[in-house]
């Protein structure tokens, strides 16, 4: 007897409210080609960001080059982008079924998917889904049995950009989060208060400024 043959399809996606930490929700359909009852799925997804499959105004060029170095050199740079790992459990269903795949989001821009989702200006990009587990199912006896779904079971998405910047803007209005080593802290912080700074803020702004660097609207 054959093990029950899956499909996935990535539908929409939406920004997860009221949720202690940013995420985006994916909806996804997760489709029974075969006459099993499926009882649940353990499923384990891999998501990359497909980077090479959309196009680059010159003004994205200029703010993707931290991430992919000068455009000449993008031919080489330029490759799939992991964005992250997660698991759900997939419930009870018999020919098709709707689950939500929650993606954590962080505006640290020391993650390689928050300085490209910044440094993209609008439209869409290319996201691949690559999904792994284990389906327990029930046979044509009524045994209960388990199958392992491979990696290349996958979807594609084109998510709007739109998207992510909603979902930045819902939980980090008008904020941009960076991570600092300790001892860069410390030197930060020990220079704001020298110099009387109330804020951090102001203390980058006089720093800036000392080297020269014009203030921007």
Request: net charge neutral.
């Amino acid at each position: 007897m054959n093990s029950p043959d899956l499909t996935f399809r990535i539908e929409n996606a939406g920004v997860l409210r009221f949720s202690v930490a940013p995420h985006i929700v994916f909806k996804l359909c997760v489709t029974n080609d075969s006459p099993q009852t499926i009882h649940t799925i353990i499923l384990r997804t891999q998501v990359q960001i497909e980077v090479s499959r959309r196009r680059y105004s010159p003004d994205e060029q200029r703010r993707l080059s931290d991430l992919f170095g000068p455009p000449a050199q993008w031919g080489e740079t330029l490759r799939s982008m992991l964005w992250t790992n997660t698991s759900i459990v997939v419930p009870s269903f018999e020919q098709s079924i709707a689950v939500d795949l929650q993606l954590p989001c962080t505006f640290d821009f020391n993650a390689s998917a928050t300085k490209y989702f910044s440094g993209i200006e609008g439209g869409e990009v290319p996201v691949s889904f690559y999904f792994n587990g284990t389906i327990f199912y029930s046979s044509e006896d009524g045994a209960l049995r388990a199958a392992h779904i491979s990696w290349d079971k996958e979807a594609s998405y084109r998510m709007p950009v739109q998207v992510w910047r909603t979902l930045m803007d819902t939980y980090y209005p008008n904020i941009a989060w960076l991570s600092l080593r300790r001892d860069v802290f410390d030197r930060l912080y020990e220079y704001k208060v020298r110099h009387g700074l109330p804020t951090f803020e102001e203390a980058l702004m006089k720093i800036l400024e000392s080297k020269g660097e014009a203030r921007t609207a």
